[in-house]
């Protein structure tokens, strides 16, 4: 399988490969839209800052790019709220793939959120075969709205989009690459799609 990881000098790119290489693929990290473009799959990783990251992607043209790709395309955390249209995250335009606001956590809340969590209201293949209430890795700051993407729901001070799914695009605010088995099962049902 010709896998890409988007390079953004951002994200989480040794875990996700780790992750990865332990389900049999060898993926690759480009920026090269003409790459992207022929992957079968593309990962979107996530860890990093929205608006120097939305700034590297302009300066590759992928913003342009990334809307358009149609294969399996997965974003995980930043990847996530990169995919929304805003981010609040200093104040950032962003992918517009899900019509949907990133907003940072009431004041009230201990920021980032650091730990496992529930996943909730599950509608998607890329959760199959999990346990009816699966736990994931959460590690962010800054949460995607409810809205008519969301087909997996959290809650963390208030409920959020814990992932969303529009036409071939998925994505996932926790790390699956940080999350023990239930974590592989859901990289694997992304590469099985």
């Known amino acids: 399988m010709n896998l890409a990881i988007i390079k953004y000098n951002a ?6 490969t780790n992750a990865l ?3 049999g693929v060898e993926p690759f990290l480009t920026d ?3 790459k992207l473009q022929q992957a079968d799959k593309v990962i979107f990783p996530g860890v990093g800052e929205a608006s120097t990251a939305m700034r590297y992607l302009k300066s590759k043209g992928l913003e ?14 930043l990847g996530l709220q990169l995919m929304c249209r805003y981010s609040e995250e200093n104040d950032s335009q962003c992918l517009d793939i899900f019509d949907l606001d990133v907003k940072k956590f009431p004041a009230k809340a201990k920021v980032p959120q650091i730990g496992w969590n529930a996943l909730t209201d599950i509608t998607s293949p890329l959760f199959s075969g999990l346990p009816k209430v699966p736990y994931v890795y959460f590690v962010h700051s800054y949460y995607a709205e409810l809205g008519e ?13 814990a992932a969303l799914h529009r036409d071939n695009f998925y994505a996932i605010q926790a790390h699956p690459e940080k999350s023990g088995a239930t974590g592989s099962k859901i990289l694997q049902n992304f590469l099985d799609l």
């Open 21 to 23: 290489n332990r389900l």
């Open 149 to 161: 993407y969301t087909i997996a729901r959290s809650e963390y001070v208030l409920p959020f989009s």
């Open 11 to 16: 994200g989480n790119v040794v875990s996700v």
């Open 64 to 77: 342009q790019l990334i809307p358009q790709l149609k294969q399996p395309f997965l974003g995980i955390c």
């Open 32 to 34: 090269d839209p003409e």
